[in-house]
Structures are given as structure tokens and as C-alpha cells.
């Protein structure tokens, strides 16, 4: 098997059984496991979250793809190596201070994930000194930051300060996200992007690190 | 019978923003007019989509309101500060949008409620974040009870906002509220249930279905009121149908006065 599609389809049609017999069959027939996870599975993962941008699929149908995908990364993973598993980067997410709100945040951190980062999910009311030490601990090099609330986005700002404040502004993209978050609004506070959707999200931090 | 609270002056939607804006005053109150001849019992006021204006926007929109309001309002906003503005500017009795349990909403929030007359819509919302269970929603309304009876607030003016969740996320978000409201209606007879109606649908397609469906479910299991569009004549007709289903409606008045005006179709 030279192109991946059959695992991609399998994936994006939510069919666990088969697709967790291609990705075994795979290793079998000598492919090597970091290619079935980047060309097969991530590559399946970054079609359900276009699907999702163009709601043609839905949250119920991304988490039962995720975690489709999960299970064949469990196969996947004795056989991967150091690197196959880690950077295509370390992602930082979390809810800004004062705000509670976690669910899109989560849809986002797992289809991060998904796509192949390494994602840290700080939680939610994360108070702008704990997202810069943790920056420094995680060596993150995306740092996203989401807000539900119109009282909370002031927070986003004060935490964009915070990071260059504390020189880490250049070793970090910062992206935005939230309902009531924009563009306009991620432009004026000096973020690097917005994302409207978790599927899109996931595709912007990827083009952010490469 | 249910009680509506009507949404729609609310500056996160597009036109009333842009109303509010350019101080269309003619627009705000045909918009208000119209949710009142649409049965609203409330007429919900929320001027926070502006940042850095609530204040002022607050202020114009009571004032272009008042004169042609027949219901109370449901001042609505998470600043004390505009809730103790907008409360000494009103004529009629408000229901407060909102209080709940996070430190500093509660907090600046129970001095601001001691000794005023108003309804108080209370959130089960926690400084641990989303409730996870049936229980730790029943906790929170029991907690948010007594806080608001200690200052004075009767059973009757409280109206517990048990925070729907998505469907779309876990499937036993459904139950876990219902079961919620069922049990804090059997403690608190006289206590009301209220909330927003999207929430549940969010993530999923046909949301319209989604929503008018569970509330007659929470209807059933105690809901006895909604912040909704008073102009979303099938979510109406729904209402107005359960409450009649319910027994709640003499001689199924209101909902032959619905059949006739065109509200309630099947």
C-alpha cells in the first residue's frame, strides 16, 4: 500500500474493526509505523477536521474519530520512534483568567493532538504568570489562549503582555480562539492567529511552526 | 404557566448592535413591542457585547425601553456595577441576569442583592468549573439557595440556572440536568428552573429540533421558564403546547388562542 487512502477513508468513515486491521496488516506488509501514523492516521484526522471547518462532520463524529485514531496509535506506538512521537511541536493550551469555559478548548487540544503535536492543556482560568511559567517548563513553542466570555477577552491581551514582558514573546506563535474572538480583534492585541473551529485551529498551528 | 424571557436586546446579535450604535431607538422599541405581543413575561436587557461600552449602552437602551415596556426586565450583565445602575433606573421590579457561586461574582454580588426587591436568575456555576454530575448540580443550587435565602430573597424570586451542556460532548449531559432540575424541584416546590435553550444542541445540525424538544423534557422535569426568542414561533408552540400537556392551561384556552392567531402549528 503506497498511498494511504484506504487507512484515510477508514478513518474518516468511523469504522474502527477495519481500520484497526489496515494499520496492523500495514505493519505487517513492512510499512514503517511513523509513516502510517503521519500519512495514514494524522492525514485521516486533518481531513475530519476540514470536514468539521465545512461541517460536513460534527463533534460526535470528530471525538469517535479521535479516538478511533487513539487506539491505532496504541498499536503503532512500540514501534515508533523518540522523534515520530514528539515535535512537530509542544502546544500550550488553556482558558484565560476568569473564565471557565472548557469545552471548545478540549475539541481543540485533542484535534492538536491528533495532528501530531504535543499538546499541554492548562485548564481553564489560567492566570497570565502561570502560562509564561509554563512556557519555560514545557518549552512550548505555540501557546493558544481561549476566551468564551466579551469580559474575559481583556484577559487575552494582559496575557500576550505578560509573554513579552517576559522576553518569550519570539519562542512562542500565539493563537486565539472563542466565540466571541476575531480576527480584528486577535490583530489588535498582537496575537500571530485566530481560529474560529477546532479543525481549523489544528491546521493553523501546524502552519504556524512550519 | 411557562414564563418566557424574552432575548433578543442583547448586543452580541448583529442588528440590535448596530441599533445600539447608531442610537436607533425606533428599532429597539418595535423589537421590544414585539416580544411583549409575543407573550415575553420578561424582556431580557444585556449591553455587553461592546466592550468598553456596557455603560453608556446600558443606560440609552433603559431609557429607550422603559416607556414602552409592560413587563419587568432581566438586567443582564456579569459587572455589579451596571446591575446597581440599571437597578435604580428601572420602574418595575427586575429579575437580576445573573449570580452564582464563583468567588468574585458572589461575592460582589450578595451585597449588591441584600435588601433590593428583584427576581434573581442563579447560576450553578462553581469556581471548579462545569458541574459533572446530577449531584454536583443539585449541590450547587442547594448552596446558592440558602446564600439567597440568608439575605432575604424568598424561594419564589429565585430562578436556578442548572447549566445545560452540550450533547454533542457526552451524550448523558441530557440526564444528568434533567435528573438535576427533578430533584431540586422535589426539595424547592416554589423555587423556578430557567436557562438558555441552545446550549444543548450545540456541535450538532438541525439545531432548532434539538432545542424545542429538550425543553419540553425539562418542562416535564420541572423547567417553568427559558431566556428564548419570544418570536420563534415554533419554540412557542411548543411551549405553549407542553404547558397545556402539562395541565396547566384551563380548557386548553391559550393553546386554541395560539391554533387561531397562527402561533401553534403542527
Same mark, same amino acid.
Given at each position: 500500500?503506497?498511498?494511504?487512502?484506504?487507512?484515510?477513508?477508514?478513518?474518516?468513515?468511523?469504522?474502527?474493526?477495519?481500520?484497526?486491521?489496515?494499520?496492523?496488516?500495514?505493519?505487517?506488509?513492512?510499512?514503517?509505523?511513523?509513516?502510517?501514523?503521519?500519512?495514514?492516521?494524522?492525514?485521516?484526522?486533518?481531513?475530519?477536521?476540514?470536514?468539521?471547518?465545512?461541517?460536513?462532520?460534527?463533534?460526535?463524529?470528530?471525538?469517535?474519530?479521535?479516538?478511533?485514531?487513539?487506539?491505532?496509535?496504541?498499536?503503532?506506538?512500540?514501534?515508533?520512534?523518540?522523534?515520530?512521537?514528539?515535535?512537530?511541536?509542544?502546544?500550550?493550551?488553556?482558558?484565560?483568567?476568569?473564565?471557565?469555559?472548557?469545552?471548545?478548548?478540549?475539541?481543540?487540544?485533542?484535534?492538536?493532538?491528533?495532528?501530531?503535536?504535543?499538546?499541554?492543556?492548562?485548564?481553564?482560568?489560567?492566570?497570565?504568570?502561570?502560562?509564561?511559567?509554563?512556557?519555560?517548563?514545557?518549552?512550548?513553542?505555540?501557546?493558544?489562549?481561549?476566551?468564551?466570555?466579551?469580559?474575559?477577552?481583556?484577559?487575552?491581551?494582559?496575557?500576550?503582555?505578560?509573554?513579552?514582558?517576559?522576553?518569550?514573546?519570539?519562542?512562542?506563535?500565539?493563537?486565539?480562539?472563542?466565540?466571541?474572538?476575531?480576527?480584528?480583534?486577535?490583530?489588535?492585541?498582537?496575537?500571530?492567529?485566530?481560529?474560529?473551529?477546532?479543525?481549523?485551529?489544528?491546521?493553523?498551528?501546524?502552519?504556524?511552526?512550519? | 404557566?411557562?414564563?418566557?424571557?424574552?432575548?433578543?436586546?442583547?448586543?452580541?446579535?448583529?442588528?440590535?448592535?448596530?441599533?445600539?450604535?447608531?442610537?436607533?431607538?425606533?428599532?429597539?422599541?418595535?423589537?421590544?413591542?414585539?416580544?411583549?405581543?409575543?407573550?415575553?413575561?420578561?424582556?431580557?436587557?444585556?449591553?455587553?457585547?461592546?466592550?468598553?461600552?456596557?455603560?453608556?449602552?446600558?443606560?440609552?437602551?433603559?431609557?429607550?425601553?422603559?416607556?414602552?415596556?409592560?413587563?419587568?426586565?432581566?438586567?443582564?450583565?456579569?459587572?455589579?456595577?451596571?446591575?446597581?445602575?440599571?437597578?435604580?433606573?428601572?420602574?418595575?421590579?427586575?429579575?437580576?441576569?445573573?449570580?452564582?457561586?464563583?468567588?468574585?461574582?458572589?461575592?460582589?454580588?450578595?451585597?449588591?442583592?441584600?435588601?433590593?426587591?428583584?427576581?434573581?436568575?442563579?447560576?450553578?456555576?462553581?469556581?471548579?468549573?462545569?458541574?459533572?454530575?446530577?449531584?454536583?448540580?443539585?449541590?450547587?443550587?442547594?448552596?446558592?439557595?440558602?446564600?439567597?435565602?440568608?439575605?432575604?430573597?424568598?424561594? /419564589?424570586?429565585?430562578? +436556578? *440556572? $442548572? @447549566?445545560?451542556?452540550? &450533547?454533542?460532548?457526552?451524550?448523558?449531559?441530557?440526564? =444528568?440536568? #434533567?435528573?438535576?432540575?427533578?430533584?431540586?424541584?422535589?426539595?424547592?416546590?416554589?423555587?423556578?428552573?430557567?436557562?438558555?435553550?441552545?446550549?444543548?444542541?450545540?456541535?450538532?445540525?438541525?439545531?432548532?429540533?434539538?432545542?424545542?424538544?429538550?425543553?419540553?423534557?425539562?418542562?416535564?422535569?420541572?423547567? /417553568?421558564?427559558?431566556? +428564548? *426568542? $419570544? @418570536?420563534?414561533?415554533? &419554540?412557542?408552540?411548543?411551549?405553549?403546547?407542553?404547558? =397545556?400537556? #402539562?395541565?396547566?392551561?384551563?380548557?386548553?384556552?391559550?393553546?386554541?388562542?395560539?391554533?387561531?392567531?397562527?402561533?401553534?402549528?403542527?
Amino acid at each position: 500500500m503506497n498511498d494511504f487512502n484506504e487507512i484515510k477513508d477508514t478513518l474518516v468513515n468511523l469504522d474502527e474493526q477495519r481500520l484497526l486491521q489496515l494499520v496492523k496488516n500495514a505493519l505487517e506488509n513492512g510499512i514503517p509505523a511513523g509513516d502510517i501514523l503521519n500519512k495514514g492516521l494524522i492525514a485521516g484526522m486533518d481531513i475530519v477536521g476540514e470536514k468539521m471547518e465545512n461541517e460536513d462532520m460534527f463533534i460526535p463524529e470528530v471525538l469517535m474519530a479521535a479516538q478511533i485514531m487513539g487506539k491505532g496509535v496504541e498499536i503503532l506506538k512500540p514501534l515508533l520512534g523518540a522523534e515520530e512521537t514528539s515535535s512537530r511541536g509542544s502546544v500550550l493550551i488553556g482558558t484565560v483568567k476568569g473564565d471557565l469555559h472548557d469545552i471548545g478548548k478540549n475539541l481543540v487540544a485533542m484535534m492538536m493532538e491528533s495532528a501530531g503535536l504535543v499538546v499541554h492543556n492548562l485548564g481553564v482560568d489560567i492566570a497570565p504568570e502561570e502560562f509564561v511559567r509554563m512556557i519555560k517548563e514545557k518549552n512550548a513553542n505555540i501557546l493558544c489562549l481561549s476566551a468564551l466570555l466579551t469580559t474575559t477577552m481583556p484577559m487575552m491581551k494582559q496575557t500576550i503582555d505578560a509573554v513579552v514582558e517576559s522576553g518569550l514573546r519570539d519562542q512562542v506563535k500565539i493563537m486565539v480562539g472563542g466565540a466571541p474572538v476575531t480576527q480584528a480583534f486577535a490583530d489588535d492585541i498582537g496575537a500571530d492567529a485566530f481560529a474560529s473551529d477546532a479543525g481549523s485551529a489544528a491546521k493553523g498551528a501546524k502552519a504556524l511552526i512550519n | 404557566m411557562f414564563q418566557v424571557i424574552g432575548e433578543r436586546i442583547n448586543t452580541s446579535r448583529k442588528k440590535v448592535q448596530a441599533a445600539v450604535a447608531d442610537r436607533d431607538a425606533e428599532y429597539i422599541r418595535e423589537d421590544v413591542k414585539k416580544q411583549q405581543e409575543a407573550g415575553a413575561d420578561f424582556i431580557d436587557v444585556n449591553a455587553g457585547a461592546r466592550i468598553g461600552h456596557e455603560k453608556e449602552d446600558m443606560k440609552w437602551l433603559l431609557n429607550t425601553i422603559q416607556p414602552v415596556a409592560i413587563v419587568p426586565l432581566c438586567l443582564d450583565s456579569p459587572d455589579p456595577a451596571i446591575l446597581e445602575m440599571a437597578y435604580d433606573m428601572v420602574d418595575r421590579t427586575p429579575m437580576i441576569n445573573s449570580i452564582s457561586l464563583e468567588k468574585d461574582r458572589f461575592d460582589t454580588m450578595m451585597p449588591f442583592l441584600k435588601g433590593k426587591e428583584c427576581k434573581i436568575v442563579a447560576l450553578c456555576m462553581e469556581d471548579d468549573g462545569m458541574p459533572l454530575s446530577s449531584d454536583d448540580i443539585v449541590a450547587r443550587a442547594q448552596k446558592l439557595v440558602k446564600e439567597l435565602e440568608s439575605i432575604g430573597l424568598k424561594q /419564589d424570586d429565585i430562578y +436556578i *440556572d $442548572p @447549566l445545560v451542556q452540550p &450533547i454533542s460532548t457526552d451524550s448523558t449531559k441530557g440526564n =444528568m440536568v #434533567l435528573d438535576a432540575v427533578r430533584q431540586i424541584k422535589k426539595q424547592y416546590p416554589k423555587v423556578h428552573i430557567t436557562g438558555g435553550l441552545s446550549n444543548i444542541s450545540y456541535g450538532l445540525p438541525e439545531r432548532k429540533i434539538i432545542n424545542r424538544t429538550f425543553v419540553t423534557l425539562m418542562m416535564d422535569a420541572g423547567m /417553568d421558564s427559558a431566556i +428564548i *426568542d $419570544p @418570536l420563534d414561533s415554533k &419554540i412557542m408552540a411548543t411551549i405553549r403546547t407542553a404547558d =397545556m400537556l #402539562l395541565g396547566r392551561d384551563n380548557f386548553c384556552m391559550t393553546y386554541l388562542k395560539g391554533v387561531r392567531s397562527g402561533v401553534i402549528k403542527s
